[in-house]
């Protein structure tokens, strides 16, 4: 597998810098990308080669088209593309719909929806057996939120999730027999940093005597569903959104 190239958006941080060291281990050059914050995603790669694994930092917001074309440029000089993990996203202060900005809902959406669109656009132009790939797999990031609907808080993040419910079904149909298979893990609360980016610094440790589970989730249990999927061993899932919540909204 020394020649296959695995995409994780937003991979330098929280569930996917997880993902990140877990598919290194597993003999994938990682290309890692980040947005903003260089010094993390060259931590994540210095980890990985530490360890005698391949991996690359890539700079590129998933809210612009053109830094994702880059983003695949940059990969297709590594090996074959066998896989991406759309996990890039991001939440806003919390606020009720009636005060969202059209700039907010803009920057959620096309973040965490239109990025994720682009690139799995972009993997399976280069996957598909239909365009002469070999396949892979994608995995998208969805959240419990997309069922909880995450009132007075932020509507419209878990309206983004939503849509990559509706947008992993719908894909994994479409190139189902083209031997890519796309699936999503649906995290509950995960002990990251996504919670202060969203001025909730306390949010783990506020909701925590709530769970199920009377705990949060880390990034390295995402982090392990996440692989399962990727790998062979679920080989005969495609379309499948894997509840990695500790039992938080597991009901439809
Ligand atoms: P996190 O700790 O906030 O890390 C976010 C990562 O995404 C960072 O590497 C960040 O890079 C990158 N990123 C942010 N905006 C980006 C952009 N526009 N383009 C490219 N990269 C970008 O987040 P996390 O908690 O690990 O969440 C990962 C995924 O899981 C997200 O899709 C999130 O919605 C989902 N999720 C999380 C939870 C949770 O409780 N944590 C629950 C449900 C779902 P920089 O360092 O450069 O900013």
């Given at each position: 597998?020394?020649?296959?190239?695995?995409?994780?958006?937003?991979?330098?941080?929280?569930?996917?810098?997880s993902v990140s060291r877990k598919l290194a281990r597993l003999g994938h050059t990682v290309v890692v990308n980040y947005t903003a914050n260089k010094s993390a995603a060259d931590t994540v790669v210095s980890e990985i080669e530490a360890k005698g694994g391949k991996a690359v930092a890539v700079q590129g917001d998933v809210?612009?088209?053109?830094?994702?074309?880059?983003?695949?440029?940059?990969?297709?000089?590594?090996?074959r593309l066998a896989g991406l993990v759309n996990n890039a996203g991001v939440v806003d202060m919390s606020q009720r719909v009636d005060e969202m900005s059209v700039e907010r809902l803009n920057r959620i959406f096309n973040?965490?929806?239109?990025?994720?669109?682009?690139?799995?656009?972009?993997?399976?132009k280069r996957m598909s057996t239909k365009h002469g790939g070999k396949g892979g797999g994608i995995v998208n990031?969805?959240?419990?939120?997309?069922?909880?609907?995450?009132?007075?808080?932020?509507?419209?993040?878990?309206?983004?999730?939503?849509a990559i419910d509706t947008m992993t079904v719908g894909l994994a149909?479409?190139?189902?027999?083209?031997?890519?298979?796309?699936?999503?893990?649906r995290p509950g609360i995960i002990d990251?940093?996504?919670?202060?980016?969203?001025?909730?610094?306390?949010?783990?440790?506020q909701l925590e005597a709530k769970l199920p589970m009377k705990r949060a989730g880390t990034a390295d249990e995402v982090a392990d569903a996440i692989?399962?999927?990727?790998?062979?061993?679920?080989?005969?899932?495609?379309?499948a959104i894997l509840d990695v919540s500790g039992g938080r909204a597991i009901l439809p």
């Open positions: 597998m020394s020649d296959s190239v695995v995409i994780v958006t937003g991979g330098s941080r929280g569930i996917g810098a809210g612009s088209e053109s830094d994702i074309l880059n983003l695949f440029k940059e990969a297709d000089q590594l090996g973040i965490n929806v239109v990025g994720s669109f682009l690139c799995a656009r972009e993997a399976v990031l969805a959240s419990a939120g997309s069922k909880l609907g995450s009132p007075a808080q932020y509507v419209d993040y878990a309206a983004s999730k939503g149909l479409e190139v189902a027999d083209e031997n890519i298979r796309v699936n999503a893990v990251t940093e996504l919670h202060a980016s969203g001025g909730l610094p306390d949010r783990v440790a692989l399962w999927l990727m790998s062979d061993q679920s080989s005969y899932t495609t379309g």
